[in-house]
T-cell receptor, first 113, second 115 residues
Framework: GAGVSQTPSNKVTEKGKYVELRCDPI?????LYWYRQSLGQGPEFLIY????????DSGLPNDRFFAVRPEGSVSTLKIQRTERGDSAVYLC???????????FGEGSRLTVL | AQKVTQAQTEISVVEKEDVTLDCVYE???????LFWYKQPPSGELVFLIR??????QNEISGRYSWNFQKSTSSFNFTITASQVVDSAVYFC????????????FGTGTQLKVEL
């Protein structure tokens, strides 16, 4: 499709497990962003990539969270030793380098039991 | 640090009514960008508008209009003649220059338009 694609759309896991969330941005978009949205809140910035490198990871809450974008396209957000507080919708967005418009995916809903 | 406040948690209107969603922002920077996004039940945030801090001209796009008042740090959004399809959560967001598209979002306003 032409939009940002995120998989899985829903993920239920148990406390302490490892989780990977995938984002496939719009073709040709060099910048990729991860945001996290808790219930009733606005999205919160986690990390953004310009190409393959993380340009700003200041929003990652702790070292259990890590993200990669090895070929400058698809990105994976990895969460180790999940906690119940990690439950949220994880949103991915992409943009061209020069515009301010972010194109968001529909998100991956993570539930940690 | 920057902050965006959307004091209205939920607004309910009857179709064809006009409705204004408020947004107040805080930043020490003189150059910044303001945004509005719509989040329908599907969850995908949809871009509506971007405004830079040097452009205080109000903008109209169809039934949508935006009022940017730098003096009061507000960037309000009005929907004229609301329709049921306008029902969604609306987010206001702020971005500083540089730093890519790192947006600071408000908590959103849930708009319900009923017949």
């Amino acid at each position: 499709g032409a939009g940002v694609s995120q998989t899985p759309s829903n993920k239920v896991t148990e406390k302490g497990k490892y989780v990977e969330l995938r984002c496939d941005p719009i073709s040709g978009h060099t910048a990729l962003y991860w945001y996290r949205q808790s219930l009733g809140q606005g999205p919160e910035f986690l990390i953004y990539f310009q190409g393959t490198g993380a340009a700003d990871d200041s929003g990652l809450p702790n070292d259990r969270f890590f993200a990669v974008r090895p070929e400058g396209s698809v990105s994976t957000l990895k969460i180790q030793r999940t906690e119940r507080g990690d439950s949220a919708v994880y949103l991915c967005a992409s943009s061209t380098r020069s515009t301010g418009e972010l194109f968001f995916g529909e998100g991956s809903r993570l539930t940690v039991l | 640090a920057q902050k965006v406040t959307q004091a209205q948690t939920e607004i309910s209107v009857v179709e064809k009514e006009d409705v204004t969603l408020d947004c107040v922002y805080e930043t020490r920077d003189t150059t910044y960008y303001l945004f509005w996004y719509k989040q329908p039940p599907s969850g995908e945030l949809v871009f509506l508008i971007r405004r830079n801090s040097f452009d205080e001209q109000n903008e109209i796009s169809g039934r949508y209009s935006w009022n940017f008042q730098k003096s009061t740090s507000s960037f309000n959004f009005t929907i004229t003649a609301s329709q049921v399809v306008d029902s969604a959560v609306y987010f206001c967001a702020l971005k500083l220059t540089g730093g890519g598209n790192k947006l600071t979002f408000g908590t959103g306003t849930q708009l319900k338009v009923e017949l």
